[in-house]
């Protein structure tokens, strides 16, 4: 049992070592100067969004930054999501609404969605957001600003993440706890190696021929995880790949309820591992080892460092939340979303062998990423 401490004592050093580089080297979006105003596509993927689309709306059209297009595409919704967004926009000429086309066999909806907004966007900047991320009136500034700054070719903006329920506290805050603490932003932003890739599907800003250049969104037709992907893509073909924390100026709440807590993230845990299940299962395995394992070790003579490895995750839990400004209390709650994170992975692992998830009225395949109308 000490050998086995010991080991994951070291998983967790190397984890708070990445956290502290990250700290100093992962940057945060904030007013900065222009040096200049390039015309800018905003473009967003809607399929029954009514709840959120009209604030979506709004919150653009009352950027700083003006010089921009704002291409909303209605994804065939039942639920009126096109007209409430001519609603929001009250006759601005800045938005333009189109009608997605039938998802044809091969497409995943969302990567369908982009591509078909892509080809109609005329931004030297074309920005990929979601129809519930919200931003405030100086965010496209800040991310323009930023986006000139570092040069990118691909500059991906991780949201604060609201969350009010119990589940969302528990389970959403984990994926920048993830980012913060097992992502070196340094070698994200400055290896060759792709495995050091991620991006973030609600704000992915790109120059335009970059994004063309790489083949666009058909280069993840028919993959779930098409943030991740293009992002390794990106770094594959030596584009310029920048990450930043959104800093409150960009904000999203990803799901509202538990169901949508599991099934949101169940929906891409599996492809997150390569599309196996062996490596799913080790996956859940592990975080188990290392965040709960150190609790059945307390009454043992190992009980020094199980408690240091319970101290050293809870600190992990703790600064990447301050970071990222979520709640601190909810650090408390780290062995009930590794618990709450099985639970997922277990979902994924069901939907494998079932044919797949039912994600917006259509039918992901667990095996390719498919999708089918």
Not at 194 to 204: D, E, K, R, S, V
Not at 219 to 233: E, F, G, K, S, Y
Request: glycine fraction near 6%; include cysteine; proline fraction near 4%.
């Amino acid at each position: 049992m000490l050998a086995f401490s010991f080991i994951t004592l070291a998983f967790l050093c190397v984890f708070f070592l990445t956290l502290l580089s990250n700290l100093v080297f992962f940057p945060r979006l904030k007013s900065a100067d222009l040096a200049s105003t390039p015309f800018v596509s905003v473009l967003i993927p809607a399929r029954n969004e009514s709840a959120v689309i009209k604030t979506t709306i709004q919150s653009f059209l009352t950027q700083t930054y003006t010089n921009f297009e704002l291409l909303v595409l209605d994804d065939q919704s039942t639920d009126g999501t096109g007209e409430l967004a001519l609603q929001a926009a009250n006759g601005d000429s800045r938005l333009r609404l189109l009608r997605g086309r039938p998802l044809p066999d091969g497409w995943i909806g969302k990567s369908w969605a982009c591509h078909q907004l892509a080809q109609q966007a005329q931004g030297d900047i074309i920005i990929f957001t979601d129809a519930d991320t919200l931003w405030q009136p100086q965010a496209l500034a800040a991310l323009i600003a930023h986006h000139q700054a570092t040069d990118a070719d691909l500059l991906t903006v991780w949201p604060t993440q609201i969350t009010h329920t119990w589940s969302e506290r528990v389970v959403v805050p984990l994926m920048m706890m993830v980012i913060m603490s097992y992502l070196p932003i340094l070698m994200t932003h400055h290896s060759p190696f792709a495995i050091f890739a991620a991006a973030n599907g609600q704000c992915m800003a790109w120059r335009r021929n970059a994004y063309q250049r790489i083949g666009g969104h058909t280069q993840v037709a028919h993959n779930i995880l098409d943030d991740v992907t293009l992002a390794r893509v990106a770094k594959q073909r030596g584009l310029r790949l920048r990450m930043a924390d959104g800093n409150r100026l960009i904000a999203c709440r990803m799901y509202n309820d538990w169901r949508n807590v599991r099934n949101g993230f169940a929906k891409n845990i599996l492809a997150g591992y390569g599309n196996s299940v062996l490596f799913l299962a080790f996956g859940a395995i592990f975080h188990w080892l290392v965040f709960l394992s150190p609790y059945a070790l307390l009454l043992t003579p190992c009980a020094p460092l199980a408690l240091l490895n319970l101290t050293l995750g809870f600190v992990l839990r703790t600064v990447s939340a301050w970071y990222t400004h979520q709640r601190i209390i909810d650090s408390f709650s780290l062995p009930f979303g590794v618990l709450l994170m099985t639970r997922i992975a277990w979902q994924a692992i069901r939907w494998h062998y079932s044919g797949g998830v039912i994600w917006k009225d259509r039918r992901i395949s667990s095996q390719t990423g498919s999708s089918h109308a």
